[in-house]
């Protein structure tokens, strides 16, 4: 199980998302479907998949939040022809937000918008080292532009297993981007790589709910010791999500809650919904209690 693994909140299209990402990624599948019974959405429907070998949650719970650009997920490819093949399938219902064309950091690469809302660069590497295949991007706007360096020298605090790699940086003729903030740069959390930027441009979004990071708890002082660190905004506390400072979404979560919840004893499952639903930061316990009815 990934330490890190991305959540994307849907409306309602979390399955028809998942089947459609699972069919034009190589090396993807869905792992489980579960159907979470009387929340506060009503019935929400989650995903458990994975695209291009990695893990990925997806949830169906209403129009609450939508997805916007401020996290896109960076997929490397080795071959012009998959850069092509990606880019046709993903603007099918889509917009571009940079023409697939060739660019100074790479030969083939476009920034795509997909119909689910999703945003997606694709990116031709050639014979570059892959680490990860695809890579969430977080881009820091509006009131957040200009604090991505100390956003990643704060997560790299947080979490015990971390690096920064190189920072390219704006520079004079870049601007509105203030000269020095971050043009571009990667880090690894937990063996999870992401990458990160400023953007002084006008942005009609910022961070919220709709993606969020499960990081996933062996023990409940992993689940204390996460919620201390990352929680910063406490009315947004809710069933294992948090806000960082920044704005950006957590959930700290238990790593045995899908065994919990994709239980077939439906008795069970909504024992542990509904004791989960009561709750801001989850207590193991609890929850182990509520699935055994005890």
């Known amino acids: 199980m990934q ?3 991305p959540h994307v909140w849907f409306d309602k299209e979390a399955k028809e998302a998942a089947e ?3 069919s034009i990624f190589e090396n993807s599948e869905i792992k489980n479907i579960t159907t979470l019974h009387d929340t506060p ?9 994975t695209l291009m070998g990695q893990e990925f949650m997806f949830i169906s719970a209403g129009p609450y939040f939508k997805v916007n650009p401020s996290i896109s997920f960076l997929v490397a490819v080795k071959t012009r022809d998959e ?28 920034w795509i918008q997909d119909k ?7 990116m031709f590497v050639g014979n570059r080292k892959i680490k990860q295949n695809i890579t969430p991007t977080l881009m820091f706007v509006g009131d957040v532009c200009g604090k991505t360096e100390e956003a990643i020298q704060f997560y790299a605090s947080v979490f015990h297993d971390a690096t920064i790699g190189e920072i390219l940086r704006y520079e004079e003729g870049e ?15 937990e063996g999870f790589e992401l990458a990160a930027m400023d953007s002084a441009l006008k942005h009609e979004f910022s961070f919220n709910e709709a993606i969020s990071f499960i990081v996933n708890c062996n023990n409940q002082d992993e689940i204390n ?25 957590w959930q700290i979560v238990p790593s045995m809650m899908s065994d919990l919840l994709s239980t077939k004893d439906e008795k069970r ?7 989960f639903l009561k709750m801001k930061k989850f207590d193991i316990k609890t929850l182990r209690k509520a699935y055994e009815g005890t």
């Open 116 to 122: 689910y809302g999703l945003s997606w660069q694709i």
């Open 83 to 110: 850069v092509e093949y990606l880019w046709k399938m993903l603007s099918d219902g889509g917009q571009a937000l940079m023409e697939l064309g060739e660019y100074p950091f790479s030969e083939k690469y476009g």
């Open 269 to 275: 499952a909504q024992r542990v919904t509904e004791a």
């Open 20 to 22: 459609y990402y699972t």
């Open 41 to 49: 959405s009503g019935d929400a429907g989650t995903v458990n998949l």
């Open 175 to 189: 601007e509105p981007d203030k000269v020095g903030t971050i043009k571009h740069v990667s880090f690894s959390l």
């Open 225 to 249: 010791y996460y919620w201390g660190k990352l929680s910063a905004l406490p009315e947004a506390e809710q069933c294992g999500w948090l806000k960082d400072k920044y704005g950006i979404s």
């Open 3 to 5: 330490k890190i693994t």
